[in-house]
């Protein structure tokens, strides 16, 4: 700790120089910063001021050098004109003559008219050009009177750049006349030369076009070399520009250079002065160097003053330092000695106070520490224990066992005599179920403490933890004579009772006795609930497991007592459980079932073909629609060997969470049972057979007798519901007929198109009569025009009629009837709803069976055979459909089938 405090202290003085020197830094560096860009900016200003004064004094001596030239030029046009007025031509040669000699700089005079012609010319040499000799003078500007008008300026590869100077002979009676004169600008090539700018500099001159006339360098301007294309030369020879211009380039020799120019406004010619950029970079690379001389010169003077004065601040920081290293070491009557009034002073003060009460504290909290190292330990101990207890109580599921488990630990636990845990009843009372300690001498197992009474009912009542230091001095507690002579048989006078709850309900109490008047503490009845939560939770576990224990008896007798077999199929398809009665139906002992596939076990005694059905059922995760939406699946099972017929019923179940564990089948033999129904319909296709042609022969000579005359009214009325009898045994015969068809698959029918919706309107047109006399309001409803079946038109048109008869029938007058047709994927959906009497819940399985009638149509007085709705099942069935009805006693019936859409069916099925 100490090494460390010197670490900091240390860096303490490193962060003191650091920061006296990073000061004076700053402030040397930061004046500097504000000097230098003014200075920079100073150089590249003088800079520029002297590029000025240099290129105004060529373009002085240059606008000298050209007035000089103007001057000659209207001088010899006054004598031009004076030799020509005199008509000699002698006089006009002899002055062209004079002129060359005096004017060196010309190279050639002349005379001209400006309707074309040449009046005289004189050159001192043939100056190099690409014109005829005839040609006019290369001017493209029109002299004024008395003035001078300049040409482009003319560079060819063997000669100085020349320039044409034009100025009109003197009177406006010689307008038409010029002089012309062609100058030499080679002097300006001297004049260019003569020029001393230093440190690299040089002066170029352009024409109007920015083509290079003068420069340093002659053979550059031989080469007629333009500098149209750079940008300051642009701006140079610009018009309007009387500052000048500056700016910087690459030259044609490939240095970077910055330049200043002015404009000759005389000739329109451009004059620049340039200088290496290097030798502006010098200069601003001096100042850089001096100030970064100045800043290293700044930076170590502030370090040695920084170094010196943060150790001369920090000298009584370690002096403090080592005395808090002493104190450290454990000499706590040490004091550091104040040599300073000053805040070190101060500090060193703090430090002696702080000290000083760091001392006592330090007593003080060694005491704290043997206190809570002793309460750590008890704390440790009762965890312990309750962890202990607990396990032990998850050891055994007799609730009895648990209750003794619970009372046991505790009498140690929390220095009691006595401990009883009571379990709360559904009527409030409380019942003892654990007894422990000296409460055996006054409470014994059974006996029953009435709702609110005593300390416990207290806490049941409250629903939390409830004590008393002197439970027979306890004031407003209720305590009948009987428990206080049981308390005093016990000696418990100090009471501590904690309610036993689970999710909130609370099940019981756990009471603990001391045999003195002692106060229970508020760890102890913090201790005492959370063991108290455990043991609700084991109790809890122990009734339900007993609870389950009897459930799980009471559902095997009822399996074992019942007539038919069932059995439990897991997810995997194995056998899971089976009563007896299943094994008897089997062939095999219950026992050996369980643990074997379904279709080991069916496959030995039954056909493949009534197998393959109920495994279907357990396929693919118990994937059947029907079951998976719990409207269960059923089927028939022929056993071969035994010549039986077993009906079977497969429905899903489930856990608490509504997963599918299982499927739960039931057999039942109902060999007997087919054997008589084959009997009775082969007795009713008999007698059927039999019956239709008498009936006819009745009918008709019913239908004869009433068209007899003179026959009595009363007579025609006997005849005429004879002939309803026997149009009714007549409809009964053909239903018969065509049930006994259907089941032996002799029905001729003849499958092809049919548009549903069509046909169900005109088989409610049909029955619109019936409609209209009981009142009934008809609507109906379609999702498309058209939705086509593939099925018999005659056999389909019987179940919409049979269906749609029955809502008319079983509806009391004035009742509703809708009809919906619909397509539901692949399936056509047809269904009619009534507000009729409903069907009951127990009577809605058997409705598709043969001669079924429910239970309540018998108040209605309808006439009904139970064979409408079967002929319904059996017609939709063979065409691959399905049939079911929704219903509830008194709310009406929903009624619907279903049939394959005829345009997802194969074309070669449909016939032509």
Not at 456 to 472: C, F, I, K, M, N
Not at 683 to 704: D, M, N
Not at 755 to 772: G, H, P, Y
Request: hydrophobic share 45%.
């Amino acid at each position: 700790m100490w090494p460390a405090i010197g670490h900091r202290l240390s860096t303490l003085r490193r962060r003191l120089f650091l920061l006296l020197a990073a000061t004076s830094v700053i402030a040397v560096v930061g004046v500097n910063l504000i000097w230098l860009p003014g200075t920079l900016r100073d150089v590249h200003e003088a800079r520029a001021e002297l590029q000025l004064v240099a290129v105004r004094g060529v373009r002085d001596q240059i606008d000298l050098f050209l007035a000089d030239q103007e001057e000659g030029l209207r001088t010899v046009a006054k004598l031009f004109r004076a030799a020509i007025l005199h008509g000699d031509p002698t006089d006009v040669a002899l002055v062209a003559q004079r002129f060359l000699q005096r004017e060196k700089a010309f190279e050639e005079i002349g005379v001209f008219d400006t309707r074309g012609q040449w009046r005289y010319r004189l050159s001192r040499r043939e100056v190099a050009t690409n014109l005829a000799a005839a040609a006019p003078p290369a001017i493209d500007v029109a002299p004024q009177v008395r003035g001078v008008a300049w040409g482009a300026v003319t560079t060819t590869e063997t000669s100085e750049p020349w320039v044409t100077l034009v100025t009109p002979l003197s009177g406006a009676a010689e307008s038409r006349i010029l002089v012309v004169g062609v100058l030499n600008l080679k002097d300006l090539w001297s004049l260019i030369a003569e020029v001393k700018l230093g440190q690299g500099g040089r002066a170029y001159v352009v024409d109007r076009r920015g083509g290079l006339i003068a420069a340093d360098d002659a053979n550059l301007v031989l080469k007629r070399l333009s500098l149209a294309n750079r940008p300051f030369v642009g701006s140079l020879i610009e018009e309007n520009r009387p500052t000048g211009v500056t700016g910087s380039y690459t030259n044609e020799r490939g240095v970077d250079a910055m330049a200043t120019g002015l404009r000759v406004d005389r000739v329109g010619w451009g004059v620049a002065v340039e200088h290496p950029r290097t030798v502006v970079a010098a200069a601003v690379g001096r100042k850089l160097w001096f100030f970064a001389g100045l800043t290293v010169a700044g930076v170590l003077v502030s370090a040695a003053a920084g170094h010196v004065l943060s150790a001369r601040l920090t000298r009584p920081l370690e002096r403090l330092r080592l005395g808090v290293q002493r104190f450290g070491r454990g000499e706590l009557d040490h004091r550091v000695s104040i040599e300073t009034a000053d805040e070190i002073g101060e500090l060193a003060l703090q430090f002696n106070q702080m000290a000083a009460e760091l001392s006592a504290s330090h007593a003080r909290l060694e005491e704290r520490i043997r206190e809570a190292t002793r309460d750590l330990a008890r704390r440790q101990h009762e965890a312990e224990e309750l962890a202990r207890v607990a396990r032990t109580l998850t050891e055994d599921l007799d609730v009895s066992q648990v209750a003794d488990r619970v009372v046991q630990p505790v009498l140690a636990l929390f220095a009691v005599q006595s401990a009883v845990l009571w379990l709360r009843d559904p009527d409030g009372s409380l019942v003892a179920l654990g007894i422990s300690g000296r409460a055996r001498l006054g409470f014994s197992r059974g006996d029953v403490l009435p709702a609110g009474a005593s300390m416990a009912g207290w806490a049941v009542r409250e629903g939390r933890p409830v004590w008393t230091s002197d439970v027979l001095a306890e004031p407003g507690l209720v305590l009948t004579e009987d428990q206080r002579l049981r308390l005093q048989s016990a000696g418990d006078r100090a009471i501590l009772c904690v309610p036993l709850a689970v999710k909130a309900q609370t099940i019981g109490v756990l009471s603990l006795g001391a045999g003195s008047t002692r106060a229970f503490t508020p760890e102890e009845v913090t201790l005492l609930q959370a063991f108290a939560d455990q043991a609700a939770i084991a109790l809890q576990n122990a009734s339900l497991y007993a609870e389950s224990q009897t459930q799980r008896v009471q559902l095997t007798q009822i399996l074992e007592s019942t007539s038919d077999g069932v059995l439990f199929v897991g997810p995997d398809r194995r056998v899971q459980a089976a009563n007896q009665h299943t094994g008897e139906l089997l062939g095999r002992p219950s026992t050996q079932l369980v643990g074997h596939d379904l279709g080991d076990v069916l496959g030995r005694e039954c056909t493949s073909v009534s197998t393959e059905s109920l495994l279907h059922a357990c396929r693919d995760g118990f994937g059947a629609a029907r079951i998976a939406e719990g409207q269960g699946a059923d089927g028939d099972l022929e056993m071969r060997n035994q010549g039986r017929v077993l009906h079977w019923e497969a429905r899903t179940t489930r856990d608490a969470a509504g997963r599918t564990v299982g499927l739960t089948i039931t057999l039942h033999d109902v060999t007997r049972e087919r054997e008589i129904a084959q009997m009775k319909s082969d007795f009713v296709s008999f007698a059927t057979h039999q019956l239709r042609t008498p009936l006819s022969g009745i009918k008709w000579l019913l239908e004869l007798g009433m068209q007899e005359s003179g026959v009595p009214d009363s007579a025609t009325s006997y005849m005429r519901d004879a002939l309803g009898a026997s149009q009714r045994l007549i409809q009964l015969v053909n239903d018969l007929l065509d049930v006994s068809r259907l089941e032996s698959g002799r029905m001729k029918a003849t499958p092809q198109l049919v548009d549903l919706v069509e046909l169900t309107r005109t088989v409610l047109a049909d029955l619109k009569l019936q409609i209209d006399d009981k009142g009934h309001r008809l609507t109906m409803e379609t999702d498309a025009d058209l939705l086509e079946v593939f099925a018999d038109p005659q056999l389909l048109r019987q179940v919409v009629l049979n269906l749609a008869s029955n809502a008319i029938k079983y509806s009391p007058t004035g009742g509703d009837i809708g009809v919906r047709l619909s397509r539901d994927g692949g399936l056509v959906h047809w269904q009619i709803q009534d507000t009729g009497i409903g069907i009951p819940k127990e009577s809605q399985r058997h409705l598709f069976e043969k001669f079924y009638r429910a239970d309540n149509v018998a108040s209605l007085e309808t006439d009904g055979t139970g064979l409408g709705l079967y002929l319904v099942r059996l017609i939709v069935e063979q065409i691959g459909g399905r049939v079911g009805c929704e219903s509830e006693e008194g709310h009406g019936s929903t009624f619907y089938f279903t049939a394959p859409c005829a345009r997802d069916l194969q074309p070669a099925a449909t016939p032509r």
